[in-house]
């Protein structure tokens, strides 16, 4: 045995340590509470860090390193495959950095439902289910839905002006999620394959029209059976531009939320903000945005949330007096959970409807909603 591994743990100091020393000053309150997600992450989140990251994979795979050529050349062909599929994890990651964030901004709005530190528990108990049916869902998302996910002030405020440029940025947002969404749904099973018990077997691929061939994979899925997963420069190319563009996009996000969080009373400014869609991440002064406080925005909510209430009385005249309901204003549904614990409700919710942007309604003794 190892004279190195003998040592190991004689003297040595714990890893845990009993406080994250000034850092707790960031992540705490006074009381030693807990801040929120938001608040604490408009700090610590790097896009560049993840960028560098995920071009340090593509420099090597473009230009590979003079110890590269000094390998066999199976040994090459291996080493290739393992950097494409840590490049398809890096994106995996940010696909699920960027879903974990949806569901983050969308828990902002429930903090009298649900504390800070049983947000920071739903976040890091989140399933991958949770994620997939965040994408799964995309496609049917609205420009509001969208524009309320980037942080943006309500659409019907706005100008002619304003709602033009976001209105135009939400439809191409949407269009990069439904790419997203469209690769993270195609490798999330060759990515749980790599990363838990590593399942995942390289071999190449020829297309029978073009006679090019690229880089794939076989990996056992959870019912034992053998896929295959190609993946060809275009492919492997767009990964690379996915990874940098989902750490654009959460930067932009953070901006705007970070920005719309500050709002204390509705206001019209000019904002020099990054807008996601042709002038890409680029500050532009966008004039005359409306900025309702997040109050005006919950109250807003809670009239739409109404309305639909309104239009679904029948269904709700079934439900048991004094139960509360969640009622998603996007797709207009009233959810099939109900009952008198609003925290149930809120956690049911938001397992089943990751980051929509539902309303909690109590049933009134008349048969109608009201505050819960």
């Given at each position: 045995m190892s004279s190195n591994l003998l040592r190991i743990g004689k003297g040595a100091k714990p890893w845990i340590l009993a406080s994250a020393g000034p850092t707790d000053k960031i992540l705490k309150d006074s009381n030693g509470k807990l801040h929120s997600f938001s608040e604490i992450l408009y700090q610590f989140y790097s896009s560049d860090a993840h960028m560098f990251m995920a071009g340090c994979l593509k420099e090597i795979l473009d230009n590979p390193p003079r110890r590269f050529y000094a390998l066999s050349l199976p040994l090459q062909e291996k080493a290739r495959h393992l950097l494409v599929l840590e490049l398809a994890s890096k994106f995996c990651e940010n696909a699920e950095a960027l879903a974990a964030f949806a569901l983050a901004f969308a828990t902002q709005f429930y903090m009298d439902g649900l504390s800070p530190e049983e947000v920071w528990k739903k976040l890091a108990q989140y399933q991958t289910v949770e994620i997939v049916n965040f994408y799964r869902s995309i496609k049917r998302k609205g420009p509001n839905y969208i524009a309320n996910l980037a942080g943006y002030p309500p659409l019907d405020l706005q100008g002619s002006q304003s709602k033009a440029v976001l209105?135009?940025?939400?439809?191409?947002?949407?269009?990069?999620?439904?790419?997203?969404?469209?690769?993270?749904?195609?490798?999330?099973?060759l990515y749980n394959a790599y990363k838990h018990g590593f399942r995942v077997f390289p071999a190449r691929h020829t297309d029978q029209t073009t006679r090019q061939e690229s880089v794939t994979f076989t990996y056992i899925?959870?019912?034992?059976?053998?896929?295959?997963?190609?993946?060809?420069?275009?492919?492997?190319?767009?990964?690379?531009?996915?990874?940098?563009?989902?750490?654009?996009?959460?930067?932009?996000?953070?901006?705007?939320?970070?920005?719309?969080?500050?709002?204390?009373?509705?206001?019209?400014?000019?904002a020099q903000l990054p807008v996601f869609g042709k002038s890409a991440y680029k500050d532009h002064t966008i004039r005359g945005l409306v900025f309702p406080t997040l109050m005006q925005i919950g109250d807003a909510r809670k009239a739409k949330a109404d309305e639909i209430a309104m239009q679904k009385s029948i269904e709700i005249s079934k439900l048991p007096r004094g139960d509360v309901i969640a009622i998603d204003i996007d797709t207009e549904e009233i959810l099939p959970y109900h009952s008198r614990d609003v925290s149930d409700i809120i956690k049911q919710a938001m397992d089943s409807h990751p980051g929509a942007r539902l309303v909690f309604r109590r049933i009134t003794p008349d048969g109608k909603v009201g505050q819960y």
């Open positions: 209105l135009r940025s939400t439809r191409q947002l949407a269009g990069y999620l439904n790419l997203v969404a469209e690769y993270y749904m195609n490798l999330r099973e899925d959870r019912d034992a059976q053998a896929i295959a997963v190609s993946l060809d420069d275009n492919r492997v190319r767009e990964l690379y531009d996915l990874c940098v563009g989902i750490s654009q996009l959460l930067h932009l996000m953070l901006e705007w939320h970070r920005f719309r969080l500050k709002i204390n009373k509705r206001t019209r400014l000019d």
